[in-house]
C-alpha cells in the first residue's frame, strides 16, 4: 500500500517537485512522442531538472514509488502466469509497462480523494490501498476478494479505500467521475477524484459530456487518459483524427497537459499541478500521459496487429528502469537498496499468491445478493 501520501522535502500543499509550478519536465502540449527514440531525446534534455526533482524529494516517498513500481510489475507478472494455468477465469486485463502513471498520481493523493478508472485496475486499486491479497483472491473469485470474488479482474473496489472501481464500458467510469466530483464539491470535503482511461474512451459521448460538464459546473476532477498507443488491437492513429488528446481540453476551457508516461517523476509533478488545480480552485484537468502497453490488450488478445519489434523498442524506455537508474544518479538509490525492494515484492505477490489459493470459494448464498440486473 503507498501510505506516503505526503509531499517534497519543502512543501506537500504548496508548489511542484520543480519548485516554480510551471509546467515543466515531460509535458507539454503536443510532443507527439510515441517515437521512442524522440521521447528518449526529449527526456535526456529535461535530465537535469528531473534529478533536482528527485534530490527535493522524500527519500521515503522515492522508495515507496519504487517499491509500488516493482511490486505492481511482478504482481502482474504473477497474473499472466497464473492465468495460463487457468486459476484466474474472465477477462484480465495487465498494467505492465503503465506503473508509472498509477505510482505518480496516487502516491500524492490524500485519504479523502477518490480514484476511479478502468478494466486495467489492480495496480491503481493496490496503490490505492486495497491489499495485494485481495486483489489476488478477487482474480482467483474468491469470497475473501475485494468484492467477495463476484467481481474478478475488472471490478475491483474499496468503498474504504475510496476506489470506486474498475469499469467494464469503455468511457463508462469518465461520467460516474464527473458524478463523483459533483459531490466531493457539493459536500465541501476538499477531496479531488482521479478518473483514468484509455485513448480509445475520448471518442465516446461521455468524454465529451463529461468534461463540458465538468468545465461548467468547476468540478474539481482530474481526467487522465492513459494513452497506451491501441484500443484493443486497433492502433490511435486509426481512431482518432487529432493525435493529441491533451489538445482537446481547449474545446472545454480547461488546462489540459501532455506528459510522458514512461518517467514518473513527470507523471508526478504533472499530477501535482492537476490535483492543486482541482483542490484549490475546483478546476478539472485534463492530463494525456502516454505509455506502451507491453502485454496483449488482454490475456486472450493473440497481439497480430503490432510486432515484437516494435515491443521491443518501447521497452527500452521501462519505465522502472529509467527511474532505478535516475535515483542512482542522484545519490538516492543503491544496488542493494533496489535488490531489496526486489525481494520485498516478490514476496508479497507470493503471500498474495498463497492468500487466494486458500481463501475459500464465495458461499452459495451469495448468489443473489448485491445482485443489480
Ligand atoms: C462501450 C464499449 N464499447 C466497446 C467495448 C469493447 N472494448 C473493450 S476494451 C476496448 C478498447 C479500449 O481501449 P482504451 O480505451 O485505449 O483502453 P486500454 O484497453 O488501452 O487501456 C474496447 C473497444 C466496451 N467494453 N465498451
Ligand atoms: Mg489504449
Not at 534534455?45 to 522515492?62: C, G, Y
Not at 470535503?189 to 461548467?216: D, K
Request: with cysteine; glycine share 10%.
Amino acid at each position: 500500500m503507498a501510505n506516503s501520501k505526503t509531499g517534497e522535502k519543502t512543501s506537500a500543499k504548496t508548489g511542484s517537485a520543480s519548485g516554480n509550478g510551471k509546467k515543466t519536465s515531460g509535458s507539454g502540449r503536443d510532443s507527439n512522442i510515441f517515437d521512442p527514440e524522440k521521447a528518449q531525446q526529449e527526456y535526456n534534455k529535461r535530465k537535469k531538472s528531473q534529478l533536482e526533482a528527485i534530490k527535493k524529494t522524500d527519500k521515503e516517498i522515492l522508495s515507496e514509488m519504487l517499491y509500488e513500481m516493482v511490486l505492481g510489475r511482478r504482481f502482474e507478472e504473477k497474473c499472466a502466469e497464473v492465468y495460463r494455468i487457468g486459476k484466474i477465469g474472465g477477462f484480465c486485463h495487465l498494467y505492465i509497462g503503465q506503473e508509472a502513471i498509477s505510482i505518480g498520481v496516487q502516491t500524492q493523493l490524500e485519504d479523502r480523494d477518490f480514484v476511479i478508472g478502468s478494466y486495467r485496475d489492480h495496480v491503481q486499486a493496490m496503490v490505492q490501498g486495497i491489499s495485494p491479497e485481495s486483489v489476488m483472491a478477487e482474480l482467483y473469485g474468491k469470497a475473501d476478494g475485494n468484492v467477495g470474488g463476484k467481481g474478478g479482474s475488472m471490478h475491483m473496489f474499496s468503498k474504504e479505500h475510496n476506489f470506486f472501481g474498475g469499469h467494464g464500458i469503455v468511457g463508462g467510469q469518465i461520467g460516474v467521475a464527473t458524478g463523483l466530483a459533483f459531490a466531493q464539491k457539493y459536500k465541501e470535503t476538499g477531496g479531488v477524484v482521479v478518473c483514468y482511461f484509455g485513448e480509445a474512451a475520448v471518442n465516446q459521448g461521455i468524454f465529451h459530456e463529461s468534461l463540458n460538464m465538468a468545465a461548467l459546473w468547476k468540478l474539481p476532477c482530474i481526467y487522465i487518459c492513459e494513452n497506451n498507443k491501441y484500443g484493443m488491437g486497433t492502433s490511435q492513429e486509426r481512431a482518432t483524427s487529432i493525435s493529441s488528446i491533451s489538445s482537446k481540453a481547449e474545446s472545454y476551457g480547461i488546462e489540459g497537459e501532455f506528459v510522458d508516461g514512461m518517467d514518473v517523476m513527470a507523471v508526478r509533478v504533472a499530477a501535482r499541478r492537476a490535483i492543486e488545480r482541482a483542490r484549490n480552485d475546483s478546476a478539472p484537468t485534463l492530463l494525456e500521459v502516454r505509455a506502451y502497453r507491453y502485454m496483449g490488450h488482454s490475456m486472450s488478445d493473440p497481439g497480430k496487429y503490432r510486432s515484437t519489434e516494435e515491443i521491443k523498442k518501447y521497452q527500452e524506455r521501462d519505465p522502472i528502469i529509467l527511474f532505478k537508474d535516475s535515483l542512482k544518479e542522484a545519490g538516492v538509490l543503491t544496488d542493494e537498496e533496489f535488490e531489496d525492494i526486489e525481494k520485498r515484492a516478490v514476496e508479497k505477490v507470493a503471500e498474495a499468491i498463497e492468500f487466494a489459493e486458500s481463501s475459500p470459494d464465495p458461499d452459495n448464498s451469495s448468489l443473489l445478493t448485491d445482485v443489480l440486473v
